[in-house]
């Protein structure tokens, strides 16, 4: 094989790749596009959004992911679940509450607040964990679950300077009767949580 028949058969190779590529289907620059909202500037778990904190762009419907906001309406006052970085979408995944109210429920659950036995459990919980609530039984050195897997909402602000003899309320999403029996009891008992 001599050198030129080789640049010759390289040239063809390249010349066909080519239209390979140019044969293609459409890329994203055609694609369809759709509103979505997206974050305007990092933000940590548990930040309440506002008007400022969201925008809505223009991205390939292939680049929206399941549950993506396409209305701001739907997002301010909402709390995020987690941090997120700008231009991020923003998803119903990554929201406690319902619009409107940080501590409304999803339908078939409640929103329910707690105060924890010891405060300063409540410093490590962020909004979106998930934790299992326990207090002790009725029999002494025995633990008792109250409920399983409820998602934090929010912690309060800390008020201890004003009422220092009155813990953080801990607000938890669980469902309906598990939230009411949680409640009933907290009133009568200490209670905690375990991080999941």
Request: charged content about 15%.
């Amino acid at each position: 094989m001599t050198v030129g028949f080789a640049r010759r058969a390289l040239a063809l190779l390249l010349l066909a790749a080519a239209a390979v590529f140019a044969a293609q289907p459409a890329t994203s620059a055609q694609e369809p596009r759709a509103p979505a909202v997206v974050t305007s500037r990092d933000l940590s778990a548990g930040h309440k959004l506002a008007a400022a904190d969201v925008r809505v762009t223009q991205l390939p419907t292939s680049a929206i992911p399941a549950g993506a906001l396409s209305s701001p309406k739907d997002a301010v006052g909402r709390v995020l679940s987690g941090a997120a970085r700008s231009g991020e979408p923003v998803t119903d995944a990554r929201l406690v509450g319902h619009a409107g109210s940080s501590t409304s429920a999803a339908p078939g659950t409640a929103t329910v607040p707690i105060r924890l036995a010891d405060p300063a459990v409540a410093a490590l919980l962020q909004p979106g964990a998930l934790v299992d609530v326990v207090t002790m039984a009725e029999s002494a050195g025995e633990s008792r679950t109250l409920a399983s897997q409820a998602t934090v909402v929010t912690v309060t602000a800390d008020d201890n300077e004003t009422r220092p003899d009155r813990a953080q309320l801990v607000l938890l999403q669980l469902p309906t009767a598990t939230a009411n029996r949680l409640a009933a009891v907290s009133l009568k008992q200490p209670v905690t949580v375990t991080l999941r």
